[in-house]
């Protein structure tokens, strides 16, 4: 183990936890970690300023109710070209749930370079590299058997994967109650599982990345939620800026155009380059050198233009057209390598969540951010994307 690895065992685990967190373990490794299945994105409420000029945000809650009643009959419509910047994905990634080869097919001529899952892979995935996200489990309750339990497992997993992964999410939009046991957020104890799970993977797999769970966008503190930048400067304080190799963030678009000012006031941050002040504060506390990976992003695409009517109580002002979910994806990803150097990965969500036989839901809010609808067909969404990555003849 490096000298690093052991200081931040020693700063963080020593008197903290009563933890073996920088011995060799040699736990049985499961087939599957617990928590197989994401939840994503949160779901703040309108803006109080009223409908935005543009488009309409988006974000995705565990359990909403919804309601699914046939929609008249909608003809494909007919819309005006648009054009398209000419963009490369082999250094971006899409979230996946079914990773399997016949599944994947329809996304290589994309050329995506990596993809995120949720259950680890026993093999390596052909043409990808993989980022996993790590279920926190019962580590956060703070109990020092629990957390003991959950490194082991951390540990035993990055040994065996070791090339088969090749970075580590701990965990998943954990300024947000849901994601945190139903608790208020602690990023107190966030920050030393984080500390834990680092020294862990580099113990067992010291080529292995590990990246922050992805902060949910929040536009300030409501139910259930902590401000984003409050919530990572308070990981900043702690020290996080040394045992990450990447910022996680989840920059959704909502319904804004990726361009769209971060400064608008009308926004109240819920929009793509919120990542800009999160840049901003990891500059502040000395993680100028560490890439952001923009772990989940995307546009919510209106379910009534598939002939769906969906009720969903705090996302209906989040809904954009099919048009311009392909359009601003695009956008979004020129932008980001237009203008952002320090941007690491971006992982689009999502590929195939609209055909998970786990949600069962019609109106399943994470189906209508992915690229194929609930029969696989292509959206104009994968389409545009396939437009912007063909390479001229």
Sequence with gaps: MSQRTRLICAGWIAGVFALSACAQSSSELPTTMPGDMPVTVYAPPRPASGVPPTASPTSVPSAQITQATPAATMPTPTETPYPLPKI??????????????????????LGFGWIQVFNPPEHPILNYKVLYRVPLGDAISGNPAAVNA?????????????????????????????????????????ARLLAIAYARIKTADPDALVISAGIAPTGGDGDGAMDDLAYARALFEAGMAGYIDGYGFHPYGFAYEPEHDPDDPQARGLLFRRAEAHRRLMEEYGAGDKPMWATEFGWLMDPREEGLSCTWPELDWQRVSRKRQAEYVVRAFDFARKNWPWMGPMFLWNYDFSRSAQYPDPCEQMKFFSLLDAQGNERPVMQALRAATRKER
């Design 88 to 109: 490369s994905l082999s250094g971006e990634g899409i979230n996946v749930v079914d990773y399997r080869n016949d599944n994947l097919r329809a996304l290589e001529p």
């Design 150 to 190: 959950w490194a082991d497992q951390l540990e035993s997993l990055a040994r065996e994967r070791r090339g088969v992964i090749h970075a580590y999410s701990i965990g998943n939009e954990v300024n947000l109650s849901r994601e945190w046991g139903g608790r208020p957020p602690d990023p107190s104890l966030y």
